[in-house]
């Protein structure tokens, strides 16, 4: 079965650049979840996106954004980056905010800020 | 608000045995509960989840969890351990009666099975 995909996998910035996330949900998915989970951490919710507007804002720094696309896949902005940025970035994707309850998680971009 | 508490860090168990990790929640509503397992550098995969219904849920792999509404409990377990079970679990929560569908995380317990 199809899995929700990410791209890049892994990714180095210097600090103060730029980075984009993308994040492409399970076909037929209109949801959208977007994680952040430090180095042994669990995962933080940043923000999520329902049939492409936002639906729920979590940790997500000013410095961030993102969307979610007309196809439904997203990306993730994210500008002067800084150390503390380092880490695992995961997307998730779900069938409707109330039909389907679980979140189908993707492999993760593993960012790293030098 | 809602809050999950995973108060193991680190679980070790014997192949064959029973094995069971724990998490108590906090939420104002209706508890939704799931467990994830994490492999190294993997993502999250969803193992089981209680919505309502029955308090003994069954999921992937031979696991089930047990909903107890008393003690806020929603404890994952398994008969007989693998070592290929070893691996990151995480217990997460949402509050069903709100329109937030973030999921809340525990601090994650690693569960380490030895032959």
């Known amino acids: 079965a199809a899995g929700v995909i990410q791209s890049p996998r892994h990714l180095i910035k210097e600090k103060r650049e730029t980075a984009t996330l993308k994040c492409y949900p399970i076909?037929?998915?209109?949801?959208v979840y977007w994680y952040q989970q430090g180095p042994g951490q669990d995962p933080q919710f940043l923000i999520s996106f329902y049939e492409k507007m936002q639906s729920d804002k979590g940790s997500i720094p000013d410095r961030f954004s993102a969307q979610q696309f007309s196809d439904y896949h997203s990306e993730l902005n994210m500008s002067s980056l800084e150390l503390g940025d380092s880490a695992l970035y995961f997307c998730?994707?779900?069938?409707?905010?109330?039909?389907?309850?679980?979140?189908?998680f993707g492999p993760g971009t593993r960012l790293t800020v030098l | 608000a809602q809050s999950v508490a995973q108060p193991e860090d680190q679980v070790n168990v014997a192949e064959g045995n029973p094995l069971t990790v724990k998490c108590t929640y906090s939420v104002s509503g209706n508890p939704y509960l799931f467990w994830y397992v994490q492999y190294p550098n993997r993502g999250l995969q969803f193992l089981l989840k209680?919505?309502?219904?029955?308090?003994l849920v069954k999921g992937s792999y031979g696991f089930e969890a047990e909903f107890n509404k008393s003690q806020t409990s929603f404890h994952l377990k398994k008969p007989s351990a693998l070592v290929s079970d070893s691996a990151l679990y995480f217990c997460?929560?949402?509050?069903?009666?709100?329109?937030?569908?973030?999921?809340?995380f525990g601090k994650g317990t690693s569960l380490l099975v030895t032959p």
């Open positions: 998730a994707s779900s069938l409707g905010q109330g039909k389907s309850y679980e979140q189908f």
């Open positions: 209680y919505i309502t219904g029955d308090n």
């Open positions: 076909p037929r998915h209109d949801t």
């Open positions: 997460a929560v949402r509050d069903g009666s709100n329109s937030g569908y973030a999921l809340n």
